[in-house]
């Protein structure tokens, strides 16, 4: 292992000892660490972890690291996964009509301000691609009815295994997935929500909140799971708005809160800084980083 | 009328020239604009308006203003109020359990920071009688059950019309309230539901965004009416919030959302600035008050 | 005159009636008022509107209205300005190094969602070309030293003049514009802040936020006059922040702030929502719009 | 030490092993951790740790813990304090004539919403005794003039030590305490400043907001120092506002924003959540508990 920042992210029973054990074998092996982020649930008593090391200290192997760990970990019976941030992940954008979203990951990808490779767009729509060749990354164009969509989704797996996509972004992606599709890549796909969840769920949030006059619009980013809209939210934010929005006002308002609550969501994400409990998600800040 | 503030709130069928109608009709009355505000919904075709004025410079009884402005309104279908100012509204609080909304009430009429009476407290427990007391603010323990509810009820009414409560304010009454007795007081019962609606409708919000795991966490204050959580939304607010939250910390983080988001609608409304229609709330923002 | 929104900009000393005179005016002329709205500095005794008209039932020339219109302000000395809606605005964004406002006001602009044509980016580095490459936009590199810096900025002039540019976006342009230059373009240059105005002024605000260890960092849109930062503020937000952000994750959370608070501020001046009455800068909301 | 939980606060140069060493000696100690908190400023190469403790599974006492804790750190050159959390904090609140802070506290207190025993309110006005006297406090007016000002601090500073007071409120005390004073309690004394520091620093300053046309509304809780308003900041926030507000409903909303940050800034400091490090304060968010 060269120089390099490794993360674990660490989920088991909470039990007496743990942060002293953890930390204790992770200064043996000669790391130093950067910065350890704990949560303890005393309703579930489970206990979380992420943890962040600088390996500059110590020669040992990734293998011999993993094989070592596992040791401590399975008599506490740790779920656990690590990252050695040596290379960056792939990704895939999915999308439909709407492209704020689109351009927002796409800009930030291409400066650096989201650490992966945007490998593809996939779209059941061709009027995006021109963005895609703005930014010059492949557009597939897998159009779906009723009675094509499991083959849509068939040439969509294909896309995303055979490129070895590590996160999928449904950044108004207006299809509802199989539950096949979605189990395949569990806790690999999120998903934005144009509106605060779970208040007004389902399509045309912003028509919905003008109906009902609220005086907040709001966003939601959560992971995608079988049950529409109600996956582990990542990330929410919401603005003040008035009687004066319509449904066209709340949308464009909702727009610039959707680009911001799904790129910290990826950023989140990308950065190993999320473990999902149950259909809670657990998303450590930053850590001076 | 003396020097004072009189305010119209104006509400009708969107047509022409209505604008230039309604402000011709004070300024030839000798009134001073102090400021008017409207607002247009184009979906439905609606006009409201919210009309300040000085009464500096004119002589007009309240009942020669009126008359005249009937005329007027008639024929253009203006549905329309009037306040002179010139009494403090009477304000009765039902409360339970939870005191911090009483408080806060109490403290902001008791220092001017809210321009009413709070003749009475009514509460089915009585537990939150000393606060009346530090107030000096009458309290009525009417205690209710299942078999007992509509005779609470008609007592809990003779006590507002015995006193001519203007504004009923459900400062965490954890009772529902039979259709009846909310018919008979219309836009007159405003209730602080403790979570963002329509989010977490009915009890235990707070247990139910730990369990959804939300990232913020809301209050709303709004009108009652007979379905439960649906009445027109006053204000609405929210704070961030994180997986380390409880429901138990959700609850206190809550309870500051609610003081502040109550006491804005009170005083929107005592201040005369909110006109229903339909299902929604317009709140016109103080204009320089 | 076609069928079209005409919008009028208001600014005259306070005084009875005018509501009504202006509002009789357009409804004799056979307007529609789609929205009326003002404000009154009672400090000062200044009033404020912002009226917009629909002209379907009128034949009345550009001419003859503005003739007219003019007859009724000269007495009631009304500073007054008219659009018609009827051609887009032209816009210049001057940029140096960073992207982020960039590459956001670009989007905006071809999707529709800013309401102008960008006609050039002017830098004084070559190093953003490509994002106007990406979006068809003539860049222009027109370097600086301390030199060539009234040079610089007549060949800017000529640019702007020679192309009628009716608004320059200083989007992290990161020179000080000489008094000169200003005072040529007076309420026509928006320049975004990256700080919380009045806190932290002049350059670095990120490291100064850091040093004083602030718990919220914002970003400011305002007109820029020859007092640097204390032009007419359009538009200000913030977001959270804690005592683990450095100077480096202070400035990727204030980009996003940088972002929306620069798009606003300009939507805000593209729709004529704005009027600048001293240092202030009295900003109507959208009605409705 | 009977069950209870022990608090940690922990300061100093970062280096390696640090967590493992402080973890094991509580866990070789029979301690559990409920919850540890860390923080590492690279800049400064400093750390910082907040460790929550059950003391169920031990029979260690006080003195023999604080022994040899301290040999643990006095190598690692670490700057701690310990807390048992079994005796309440005792509070001294000043005022002056604004209300609504006294209030918020009073009740908070009262209510058990903050944990300490407010043990007098001391002013330079009798203005506000009868808040005392509602909640049953002890009242102390000790007005002051220029040339009294030493001779009444020495009055405060008798009040404060007789009654063993752990920390001072400045709930809008308006008088400049003086660098002896403020020495005698470092990071004892919390203060609001009504503006979000550092814009508006000095005197008023929602009049200097409302000429500098400000969009947002803020307020600051922080450490006393010398350097008046330069102090640690504890708790920042704000409220969107528009050009209608004048410097008296900018008051207003201020109050509000006042009332909540200051209560949160003294929860946080009663809850041994904040360590101050030269001008900034690392508040540590609280724990799940």
């Given at each position: ?156 797996k294909d896309l995303l ?89 709340l949308k464009r308002i ?36």
């Open positions: 292992m060269k120089s390099q920042v490794v993360s674990f992210l660490i989920k088991c029973p909470d039990q007496k000892g743990l942060v002293a054990k953890i930390t204790s074998f992770f200064y043996d092996k000669g790391f130093n660490i950067l910065s350890s982020q704990q949560y303890v649930n005393s309703i579930e008593n489970k206990y979380f972890m992420r943890i962040r090391l600088n390996a500059d200290g110590t020669n040992i192997s990734k293998e011999a690291l993993e094989k070592s760990f596992l040791e401590l970990a399975a008599p506490l019976h740790i779920d656990w996964s690590v990252n050695y941030g040596d290379k960056k992940q792939n990704v895939a954008i999915m999308v439909s009509h709407t492209s704020h979203n689109l351009y927002d990951l796409l800009e930030r990808s291409k400066e650096g301000r989201l650490d992966c490779n945007v490998k593809m767009i996939i779209s059941n729509h061709d009027k995006l691609r021109y963005i895609a060749e703005m930014f010059n990354i492949p557009f597939y164009y897998l159009p779906v009815t009723k009675e094509t969509k499991l083959e849509q989704e068939a040439q969509v295994d055979s490129n070895a996509i590590d996160l999928v972004i449904m950044a108004r992606y207006m299809q509802i997935l199989s539950a096949d599709f979605i189990n395949h890549y569990p806790e690999k796909i999120i998903n934005i929500h144009h509106s605060f969840l779970p208040a007004f769920q389902g399509a045309n949030p912003y028509r919905k909140a003008y109906e009902r006059g609220v005086k907040l619009i709001g966003a939601t980013a959560h992971y995608a799971t079988v049950d529409l809209d109600e996956g582990p939210i990542i990330e929410q934010d919401v603005k003040p708005v008035t009687h004066e929005s319509t449904p066209t006002t909702g727009a610039d809160i959707e680009k911001l609550v799904l790129a910290r969501a990826v950023k989140n994400h990308l950065n190993h800084q999320i473990i999902v409990s149950g259909n809670r998600a657990i998303v450590f800040p930053e850590a001076g980083e």
